[in-house]
Antibody, heavy 120, light 112 residues
């Protein structure tokens, strides 16, 4: 089955850190832009970050800039999101998504998400 | 940042009837290459989002032809020619012209 699988979510205290991962199964990540998008409970979708094919260029939402780092390991067909200084408002389902070939910001393949809960 | 708005925010539709959702952006999404950097996604209940329309009017792979996207600049429309029960969920537009990418608030569609 063609899918993206996120992992690494969990419960963490404010100020703590988590590292999310996204692995491609039957899906090649290494040749596409890839993104993280989050969804707080009962809320809409919010774009978090993206990374280009070779990892040389990254962009972030202002709300996570300086705290989150997106990276990729093309040899392992994997995407990561290092999340530091976590806040209660970072609580959400985090989805990874692969961009379309040639139009990397259109997200054509999505994972099922991993849940991050920031609470004391 | 480019602000995206959608209307209506909720929509109740009779199966077989058409439906239309409007999306507006605070800045033009028309690039100098002639493409509008506006996509539509559907998030069905309990599922991840799925790409429906990219670059304003191009159906993604596997998307039924009852879905169509139109518009240019700052005004866009998603139309469903004949709504089916499987079309329920929340529809989002997103601009991907400029960083940060920004989603609209979503339009919840249910069946009467």
């Amino acid at each position: 089955e063609v899918q993206l699988v996120e992992s690494g979510g969990g419960l963490v205290q404010p100020g703590g850190s988590l590292r999310l991962s996204c692995a491609g199964s039957g899906v090649t990540l290494s040749t596409h832009y890839t993104h993280w998008v989050r969804q707080a409970p009962g809320k809409g979708l919010v774009w978090v970050a993206h990374i280009n094919v070779d990892g040389s260029r990254t962009n972030y939402a202002d709300s996570v800039k300086g705290r989150f780092t997106i990276s990729r390991d093309n040899a392992k067909n994997t995407l990561h999101l290092q999340m530091n200084s976590l806040r209660v408002e970072d609580t959400a389902i985090y989805y990874c998504a692969r961009g379309r070939a040639g139009a990397g910001n259109s997200m054509e393949v999505w994972g099922r998400g991993t849940t991050v809960t920031v609470s004391s | 940042d480019i602000v995206m708005t959608q209307s209506p925010l909720s929509l109740s539709v009779t199966p077989g009837e058409p439906a239309s959702i409007s999306c507006r952006s605070s800045q033009s999404l028309l690039h100098s290459n002639g493409y509008n950097y506006l996509d539509w996604y559907l998030q069905k209940p309990g599922q991840s989002p799925q790409l429906l329309i990219h670059l304003g009017s191009n159906r993604a792979s596997g998307v039924p032809d009852r879905f169509s996207g139109s518009g240019s600049g700052t005004d866009f429309t998603l139309k469903i020619s004949r709504v089916e029960a499987e079309d329920v969920g929340v529809y989002y537009c997103i601009q991907n012209l400029q960083i940060p990418l920004t989603f609209g608030p979503g339009t919840k569609v249910d069946i009467k």
